[in-house]
Structure formats: C-alpha cells, structure tokens
C-alpha cells in the first residue's frame, strides 16, 4: 500500500493539531499526545477487560449457586413485588392498618424505607409456603421486624395479620392457606422463571410509578 504524504489531525481530542506523518500508523502530533494516545488505549483495552471479567464473575457465581440459594433469591423477588404492588394499589399494612400516609409521617421516611413485605405463616415453621405469593403482603417495619416503638406484641401482629388477611382475600382463602402442608420441590430452572417473572412485575410497577411521581 502507498503512504501518501498529506497533512493529518493529530488523534487527541483536544489537541487537533495538522501534523506531518511519518507512517500509516502515526497518529499524533508530537511525543506528549503520542503518549496519551497510547494511555488512551490502554484505559480502553483494560475497561473493555472489566466489562469480560464482570460478566464471567456473575457467570461463575451463579453456576456456584446452590438450590437454596435461588430458593432465597426467589423470596427476596416475591417480597419485593409484593411490596411493590400493594405501595401502588394504595394499601397500607396488613397487620396495623396504619396507611401509607400514617406510616410515613411517623417514621423517618425515605423512599420504599418504612415497608417491607412479611409472610402470614412464617418461613420458619412453613417453608412449603415461603414462595407463595398469598401468604406474603405489604407490612410496616415495625410490624414486620419489630422494632418496638408502634409494634404490638408478635402475637397481636400475627392475630391481627389474620383478620385483616381474611377482609382482604376472604376466610376460605385464608384457611386454604393453613390447611397447605404440601411440600414444595422448587428445580433450579422453575426458580429462575419465578424471579424472572417477579423481575418483570417489578420494573412494569417501577415504570408506572415514575410515570405517576
Ligand atoms: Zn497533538
Ligand atoms: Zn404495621
């Protein structure tokens, strides 16, 4: 190939100088920019290899993933739709009743700060039912953890969880869901669809949000 001897812009950006190049390959106008062409390279050679190492990281991670946990990153995705759908219908907490407004303007508030989601009948004792999405619904913080200030005894939160269970989603619902013992053998690949789904809701409801706020 020829090399036609014609006037270039050196390659950095804020240089742009017209220099005269001595090769196909030559790209800046003097020592300094040829030093920061090459750093530029680099910097992009090592972003790029971030981004590969990245992605095999989180490749590697999940294949060490072991059914119990998918099992928990199913139920983190299930608590976080639930809490997600209910804070857009408008609800307020299961077991105290107290709203959004009340809720929020007693606590501190930061966005999505003041609720959580919260099973009716525990993981602990019921862990058939900790994917199922009848059994987990929008609670406040202090109803779900317990952190003292507004939070009745756990027997009050729980008995109280139950009636207003049963205005929402009726008694035969409610008894449906105690009388469930069948246990549950979740596969890996059914686990993955779950939280897919659950993904899914989760950014329809985010993107309905920000159209709304
Ligand atoms: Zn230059
Ligand atoms: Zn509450």
């Known amino acids: 190939m020829t090399f ?61 993933k072991t059914r119990s946990d998918w099992i ?3 139920e983190m995705w299930r608590r976080r739709r639930r809490r997600l759908e209910e804070l857009a219908k408008g609800e307020g907490c299961i077991s105290c009743g107290r709203s959004q407004i009340e809720v929020q303007g007693t606590e501190s508030w930061k966005p999505g700060g003041s609720w959580d989601a919260g099973h009716f009948l525990g993981k602990g004792a019921r862990p058939n ?9 929008l609670q406040c913080k ?15 939160v729980s008995a109280a969880y139950r009636i207003n269970l ?7 619902a409610v008894e449906a869901l105690e009388a ?20 899914l ?8 949000n920000e159209l709304l706020g």
């Open 142 to 156: 202090s109803c779900n953890g317990g952190s003292a200030k507004y939070a009745r005894k756990q027997g009050t």
């Open 4 to 64: 036609s001897r014609r006037h270039r812009k050196c390659a950095i950006k804020t240089c742009r100088k017209p220099f005269m190049p001595i090769s196909m390959t030559h790209k800046a106008c003097s020592v300094e920019c040829s030093i920061e062409v090459t750093r530029l390279a680099r910097e992009k050679k090592a972003a790029k290899e971030a981004v590969i190492e990245r992605r095999e990281h989180k490749k590697r991670v999940e294949t060490l």
């Open 180 to 199: 469930d013992h069948e246990p549950r053998h979740w596969t890996i690949d059914q686990l993955k669809e779950m939280i897919a789904e659950d993904k």
């Open 129 to 137: 039912l900790r994917l199922t999405l009848s059994n987990v619904w």
């Open 166 to 172: 049963i205005a929402k989603i009726g008694l035969e």
């Open 201 to 208: 809701a989760v950014k329809g409801l985010k993107e309905r």
């Open 72 to 74: 928990q990153d199913a």
